[in-house]
């Protein structure tokens, strides 16, 4: 059976590139590997020459002639795909940028950000427009016809553009990208010798998935020491496969817990690291609401990260364990809480905790939200009923 036809999925990321392009001499359009970056960039700028620079005869140009290399492209401009993989070309590009300042004369892509974000700093810092890009939003896909029936579906099949946009399972995916990003990327770093030590750390992140993370029981279960734990967590996270949600400052003279939250980037990757073998485990799987929560926070991140914004999400724990999931800062006014809950059918008991935070901050219900798993959204006496395909009532304060 012959595969179908790549299905082009708009993003939304596509209007500030567009922005930034008409003030910057260069874009860089940074991301998890395979989350869309190439097709995104080719499909807004038709008229540049593409350039991949894993091409082995390419890259040796680029590495033997970095000078030569460019001057094919001043006048032209380019795209640069893989950029990182020659960096000696960043000091060379500062010179062909500051000799002719025409906006959107390169577009860069790269897949380890932690290479990227150094070199660009190094010698691109000011010339250099910066989006970074995760995989699918719940709109983007619903925009192309692709809404998942149910949300499992989501958590298991992931947002990767690939399995909807091919015949590929969602199994086979993520065993390559799996594969590919530890024995591939991670191998250009020297802070990881131990390969496997490193997947089993990456299983156990998944296993934590919307948990306060553990240094010390993360270590130990890895069989690695506690600074190890904390290094391979921030790459990880410059790796932008998994998110650290930060504690909100506000304590209300209680103590609070002082440890990030952990979310994977796609609950997907997450479903896949734990073992869970298809959508109908998710259903009873003691990973669901962890991976729920991931997908809603992920949500909430990309909002932000298409419009060019970092993030402004948060959590509260206090050290009595009352918490709000997100907290969202909001220009300067109080901040919003927002629980997620995967249950489908509405229960009191959801606006528990956000009863508790309005009753310390003074916050009013009508800037409350609970995201659930179902579909109906209600205006509650405590506070808005939000089901997971309408996030549009939160989104507001996301601007």
Request: glycine content about 8%; overall charge neutral; aromatic content about 10%.
């Amino acid at each position: 059976m012959s595969s179908p036809p790549q299905r082009m999925i708009r993003r939304d990321a596509e209007a500030q590139i567009r922005s930034l392009a008409l003030g910057f001499p260069a874009v860089a359009v940074i991301g998890p590997r395979q989350s869309g970056k190439t097709t995104l960039v080719r499909s807004v700028f038709p008229h540049l020459p593409y350039v991949l620079l894993e091409d082995p005869d390419t890259r040796a140009f680029a590495e033997e002639d970095p000078r030569s290399f460019l001057i094919h492209y001043e006048k032209t401009g380019a795209i640069l795909d893989e950029v990182q993989r020659v960096p000696e070309l960043f000091s060379y590009l500062q010179g062909v940028l500051d000799a002719n300042q025409r906006p959107g004369q390169f577009i860069l892509t790269g897949s380890q950000n932690f290479l990227m974000m150094e070199r660009i700093s190094q010698s691109l810092a000011g010339r250099v427009g910066i989006v970074k890009l995760l995989p699918l939003s719940m709109g983007e896909l619903a925009r192309a016809g692709l809404e998942a029936e149910r949300y499992e579906d989501l958590l298991y099949a992931g947002l990767f553009p690939r399995p909807y946009s091919s015949a590929v399972h969602p199994r086979d995916f993520y065993s390559s990208y799996i594969q590919t990003y530890i024995e591939r990327d991670l191998r250009l770093l020297k802070q990881v010798q131990n390969l496997s030590a490193f997947q089993t750390f990456m299983k156990m992140c998944a296993y934590r998935s919307g948990q306060v993370v553990n240094y010390s029981s993360l270590a130990h279960d890895c069989g690695i020491t506690h600074n190890t734990a904390k290094e391979w967590l921030s790459l990880l996270e410059t790796s932008m496969l998994i998110v650290l949600v930060r504690p909100h400052h506000k304590n209300f003279n209680k103590r609070l817990v002082r440890m990030p939250k952990l979310y994977f980037t796609d609950p997907g990757l997450a479903a896949h690291l734990a073992g869970v073998q298809g959508t109908d485990d998710l259903i009873y799987h003691p990973l669901r609401g962890g991976l729920f929560e991931s997908l809603i926070i992920a949500e909430f991140l990309k909002f932000r990260l298409n419009r060019g914004k970092e993030s402004n999400l948060y959590f509260w724990r206090d050290k009595l364990g009352h918490e709000i999931d997100c907290i969202i800062e909001y220009m300067g006014w109080d901040p919003i809480p927002v629980e997620i809950k995967s249950g489908r059918t509405p229960s009191p008991d959801f606006f528990n905790e956000i009863a508790y935070w309005n009753e310390l901050s003074g916050n009013a219900p009508d800037r409350s939200f609970v995201v659930y798993g179902g579909d109906r959204s209600q205006r509650r006496a405590a506070g808005h009923l939000v089901g997971y395909r309408d996030l549009e009532p939160i989104i507001r304060y996301l601007e």
